[in-house]
């Protein structure tokens, strides 16, 4: 297979080869989480634990649910490249929201922390996500009236699950940035795990300093344009690899933590799911 990135040049085999391989991973990830998700709680499992407590069973829901996001960023970063297709950025934005969920999940059912604490973090979670709705279906112009039950609002969401929050006895907690995620999460030294977040974000958000680690090479004999050169982009197919390795290690990762605290038995698929290197 020869890819061939938006600039019409052909990317390296061995990186093509490198990339193949890691993210071949991402199908049988996604098929595992799947299988967790079927499976529910083992009894005497973590998750279980959770789940016997008022509210607690929303831990379990929404590790799963921002692992599948960010898992299926990995599956559409793998059947772009199936497809012959090497994008100069948009490959970053996708390692991006595989990591996001992947590290959201992992401080969700973090088991260095208690159950109490891992059910204040889901529900914290949960009204910040209320909150965002809420805040959509005012700025949409979407009237409280025509939302009819058993739907409710998102402002009705949110009151709801606060009065239930503080009538079970949670307690508050503060749901911390995505860049303080990255720091604790992805396995890296903190300041190397926050340093990885803010260069995929600098891709996601078009920022200049991005130009830094991709490969670009000036135009010769073009227009002149004031306080600027013309310059030809590439990606970084290097760091593409370093960056998809450590997308699909951190997701791997996650849900190995997981299936642990679902109690999950460990099938052939998990054995097959290890996390690869650069």
Known sequence: MTLVGSDGEAQAPRITAKLAEILAQAPILFDRLGAVARAGASSGSEAAKDASVPLGHHVRIMAIDHLSTGIEHLAMWHRLLIAGVQPNTVH??????????????RWLIDTREDSAERVRRSVALLLDDYGNRRDFERDFGIPAHV???????????????QTERDAAGIGHTKVPSMTYWFGGYTGLPPARGRAIYRLLSAYAHGKQWKGLTAKFEVVEDAPEVPGARLVKVTANDDMSVVLTALGVTTATTALNELETYCGASRSAGRRTGGGPTP
């Not at 970053?92 to 999940?105: Q, W």
């Open 147 to 161: 939302i009819k039950p058993p739907a409710k609002s998102g402002a009705e969401r949110y009151t709801e699950l």
């Open 92 to 105: 970053m934005t996708l390692i991006r929201g595989a990591m996001e969920g992947a590290v959201t999940c």
